[in-house]
């Protein structure tokens, strides 16, 4: 995102959560980046989630529709992340107990479902028919069919 679309988002931040977002950004221990770079990280997840689940979408050439389910997606998840953390840079290891938390149990607590449903409703999610008219559906480890 440019400056000025980080600007529009964060301007729609403060607006939506009555948060500010630069303080947030700066009181969050975990995130240590500027406003600018959040968001941006933030927008790069989302969008690495759409190829994977939905490798057909061109990202190129998105509908006003989908664009806006993306904004959208990207403000939720943002507001998710700062009042649950950033599940996609935790590992699970616990210095308390030498122990680890599966991957896949945190993996699931990574994104906000407000997010998933937006896009998903946009069809962001959607990952077409297989050849033999199976619809696939994403899962951690892989496509499953129903």
């Known amino acids: 995102m440019t400056e000025l679309e980080v600007n529009a988002i964060e301007e729609k931040f ?8 630069t303080s947030e950004c700066s009181k969050n221990e975990q995130i ?10 933030v927008e790069k997840i989302i969008k690495e989630e759409i190829k994977s689940r939905s490798p057909r979408t061109d990202m ?10 993306i904004e959208e997606a990207v403000l939720e998840q943002i507001t998710y ?3 649950n953390g950033d599940y996609s840079l935790i ?3 616990d210095t308390a107990n030498n122990s680890l938390a ?16 937006i896009l998903t409703n946009a069809g962001l999610f959607y990952g077409g028919l297989d050849p033999k008219g199976r619809y696939p559906y994403f899962e951690e480890g892989g496509y499953y069919y129903r």
């Open 14 to 21: 403060n607006k939506n959560t009555g948060m500010n977002l």
């Open 60 to 69: 190129d050439d998105l509908s006003a529709l989908q664009t806006t389910a």
């Open 102 to 117: 599966e991957l896949k149990e945190l993996r699931k607590r990574q994104w906000s479902p407000l997010a998933i449903k």
């Open 32 to 41: 240590h980046l500027s406003t600018y770079g959040f968001v941006n990280r």
């Open 91 to 93: 590992v699970g290891y």
């Open 81 to 83: 992340v700062l009042v």
